[in-house]
């Protein structure tokens, strides 16, 4: 197989997770804005991201968050993700957004409130275990505001027996994916700030824990894609939360604020052999003033445009250069890569696989937009936090 085939068939396997509450209504704490044809229900946004990946061919499956996409039966809910050609994926647990967590859930010095916070955590378990779902996505609001507020050695000690009873139910075939969050919504400590902290933690509990890399969690001029090369070197990448960010958490589409810190990611998870299912990649975006359907299609594009480039990077060339300590080769290498024009290639295999080669175009001549926006009248839109 030609380098450019091999390319081509690994980009059919591709996929990308889109997240529920992208399909909803979003904001900022200063506003949320209400757009015309979002989804009132957990089944709606199925019907969403049923459509993008309808269009796109790689996006198969949906993450859920709990509560906000809490219903009756998840097993039904499964089901009708499936007769819409899609799956449901990641179960996002949330434990920050009760009063009872205003010092924290999994960490909080109170043990009532660490209990009711691992509870949440073990009921998404069940509800994995209803829905077929791998991996149950972690992430801690935890932290303080101020120095001296709490132990911050006691809230590591509390955030690793809460973590190790959850471990401890996960079936077979599950896993447990621990995000890290340099701050936001705590000021002075976050529990869980670093891959490091997060690695650590996952190092004791065991194999199936695995680290979740958020590209918009980190400070500025972090190196994002050598954490992504050391956690694979470890076999501890359990997946991604792609968006962009410009200043801190942003959730703008991934792809859009750095798209050659994209493809950095995505060459060294090609060169790390984690282009395989074993790696989740999920979008987790906002999508506050664009039209969220649309967002969701261009941002798994972005995505696959990163991947083609990382995936036609010439490596046996790259390493020649890279023993010879030949620095500009080695770099004209990478930039050769980065600088093809990778979206004729995106086309042709859209085409192969029986899709339009613009995904875009596509989905607005579907006249769903017009459809959505028409028949979505009444109810309680979904929103962040709802
Ligand atoms: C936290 O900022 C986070 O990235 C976590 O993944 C949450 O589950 C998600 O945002 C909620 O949008
Ligand atoms: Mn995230």
Request: charged share 25%; aromatic share 8%.
């Amino acid at each position: 197989m030609t380098e450019l085939a091999a390319a081509k068939a690994a980009l059919k396997t591709q996929a990308v997770e889109t997240p529920s509450w992208a399909y909803g209504n979003s904001g900022t704490r200063f506003k949320v804005f209400a757009q015309a044809g979002v989804p009132r229900t957990p089944q709606e946004k199925l019907d969403d991201a049923a459509r993008v990946h309808e269009f796109t061919g790689v996006a198969p499956t949906v993450a859920l968050h709990i509560p906000w996409d809490r219903v009756d039966d998840y097993a039904a809910l499964a089901e009708y993700a499936e007769d819409r050609g899609v799956r449901l994926g990641a179960i996002n647990s949330n434990t920050f957004q009760d009063d009872d967590y205003r010092l924290g859930s999994i960490c909080h010095p109170d043990p009532a409130v660490r209990r009711k916070a691992v509870d949440h955590l073990l009921e998404c378990v069940d509800i994995m275990d209803a829905t077929g779902s791998r991996d149950l996505k972690l992430w801690f609001a935890d932290g303080t505001n101020y120095p001296g507020q709490d132990d911050v050695r006691a809230r590591q000690d509390r955030l690793a027996e809460g973590l190790a009873e959850v471990y401890g139910r996960l079936g077979e075939g599950q896993r447990m994916l621990l995000e890290y969050k340099l701050f936001e919504p705590a000021f002075y400590t976050t529990d869980v700030p670093d891959w490091g902290t997060a690695y650590a933690h996952c190092l004791k509990l065991g194999p199936k824990a695995q680290v979740v890399v958020d590209t918009g969690h980190h400070a500025p001029g972090t190196n994002i894609e050598f954490i992504v090369a050391t956690l694979l070197r470890e076999g501890r990448l359990g997946g991604f939360d792609f968006n962009s960010r410009f200043y801190a958490d942003d959730d703008l589409m991934v792809g859009a604020a750095d798209p050659f810190q994209l493809f950095r990611i995505m060459y060294e998870v090609v060169r790390g052999g984690g282009f395989t299912p074993e790696v989740a990649f999920m979008l987790d975006q906002c999508h506050n003033i664009e039209a969220k359907i649309p967002a969701i299609i261009r941002s798994v594009m972005n995505v696959q445009e990163a991947t083609a480039k990382a995936l036609l990077v010439d490596r046996s060339a790259l390493a020649g250069a890279q023993r010879a300590g030949d620095v500009l080769g080695a770099n004209a290498v990478l930039m050769d890569a980065y600088n093809t024009d990778v979206r004729p290639l995106l086309r042709e295999v859209r085409e192969e696989m029986g899709l339009d080669p613009d995904p875009l175009a596509a989905y607005r001549r579907s006249g769903w937009a017009e459809k959505i926006a028409a028949e979505r009248v009444g109810g309680q839109q979904a929103g962040w936090g709802a």
